[in-house]
């Protein structure tokens, strides 16, 4: 089965050292059981408050397992309007990204 996972605000597994949280956890889990993944992100990463792309794109951790971020914007304070606004261009990128293409396809974005 390809599972989506939309989550922003979590550390994404696209460096060494990045300590798992729920997201992570449960995509490996998923990959365990023989699945493919898809984590929709924010390109902000909000533990460093640092953008991670300059633009939309893949992070492919391994066959079965990508991590497709998405630019919004920055903001530094974790309560502003600046995050709703990140969290809006994020939504509305996803929304007309995940049209291109159908759920059950074997390799998004690659």
Known sequence: MNVWIIQ???PLPIRSGVR???TAIL???????????LWWA??????????I???????NISERYTVRVLRGC?????????RYIDHQIVA??????SNRFQKASDTPFR
């Open 8 to 10: 922003t605000g979590e």
């Open 20 to 22: 798992k949280m729920r």
């Open 27 to 37: 995509a490996d889990k998923l990959l365990e059981r023989g699945h493919s993944v």
């Open 42 to 51: 924010s390109t902000f990463e909000h533990q460093r408050k640092v953008m």
């Open 53 to 59: 792309a300059k633009r939309d794109r893949n992070f």
């Open 74 to 82: 920055r903001y530094r304070k974790n309560v502003s309007l600046a």
């Open 92 to 97: 509305i990128k996803f929304r007309l990204q």
